[in-house]
């Protein structure tokens, strides 16, 4: 991995960052949205991954999750969820976002004309309720910080509203560990 960040432990509960390139805020759009939603089901359903909280902004998502391997979980996740991005983004003619993605594109990147994901998740490892309990709260309240609504619950593609309305109808979360 790329980061300075890495993942040190195997099964370990982290913290993580997955961030557009340039922030481009393309998470505003529904089909996008579906695309996130969709791969993180499929990753929990097919590929060991524990949800326990999430929140999808406009340009970045944080997840508190773990897997037997969450490092390959994440980066297929990633891989997978370009190329859907990028599909959308080509059928759509969204030739400006296009051209944005391939000027990001790193020069070692061989295999690929685009780049849609910043390198890294910035994994953090928890390894305690306290820390856990923190990294909840900041990713519950991270569209309250921006503004975007009054309270956690009100942001639709976050669990908040999985822990305060027991709404799983975005995305299912695994129960929080003892």
Same mark, same amino acid.
């Given at each position: 991995m790329r980061s300075r960040y890495k993942f040190v432990?195997?099964?370990?509960?982290?913290?993580?960052?997955? *961030?557009?390139?340039?922030?481009?805020? &393309?998470?505003?759009? #529904?089909?996008?949205? @579906? &695309? &996130? *939603?969709?791969?993180?089901?499929?990753?929990?359903?097919?590929?060991?991954? $524990?949800?326990?909280?999430?929140?999808?902004?406009?340009?970045?998502?944080?997840?508190?999750?773990?897997? #037997?391997?969450?490092? $390959?979980?994440?980066?297929?996740?990633?891989s997978y969820t370009a190329r859907e991005i990028l599909a959308?983004? @080509?059928?759509?003619? $969204?030739?400006?976002?296009?051209?944005?993605?391939?000027?990001?594109?790193?020069?070692y990147k061989e295999e690929s004309r685009h780049q849609v994901w910043q390198e890294g998740a910035h994994p953090q490892i928890i390894r305690d309720d306290e820390v856990l309990n923190q990294k909840i709260t900041y990713i519950h309240n991270n569209p309250v910080r921006r503004g975007y609504v009054d309270a956690p619950e009100h942001w639709r593609h976050s669990s908040a509203r999985n822990y305060y309305l027991d709404d799983h109808s975005v995305l299912e979360i695994d129960p929080l560990p003892l």
């Amino acid at each position: 991995m790329r980061s300075r960040y890495k993942f040190v432990e195997t099964d370990a509960l982290y913290f993580l960052t997955c *961030t557009i390139v340039d922030w481009f805020p &393309i998470f505003q759009s #529904p089909p996008y949205l @579906e &695309i &996130i *939603t969709n791969s993180l089901t499929f990753c929990r359903k097919n590929k060991g991954m $524990r949800l326990y909280a999430y929140v999808i902004m406009e340009n970045h998502l944080h997840l508190i999750a773990g897997a #037997p391997d969450l490092s $390959r979980v994440i980066q297929d996740f990633k891989s997978y969820t370009a190329r859907e991005i990028l599909a959308v983004t @080509e059928s759509n003619n $969204r030739t400006e976002l296009l051209n944005k993605f391939m000027l990001r594109k790193k020069g070692y990147k061989e295999e690929s004309r685009h780049q849609v994901w910043q390198e890294g998740a910035h994994p953090q490892i928890i390894r305690d309720d306290e820390v856990l309990n923190q990294k909840i709260t900041y990713i519950h309240n991270n569209p309250v910080r921006r503004g975007y609504v009054d309270a956690p619950e009100h942001w639709r593609h976050s669990s908040a509203r999985n822990y305060y309305l027991d709404d799983h109808s975005v995305l299912e979360i695994d129960p929080l560990p003892l």
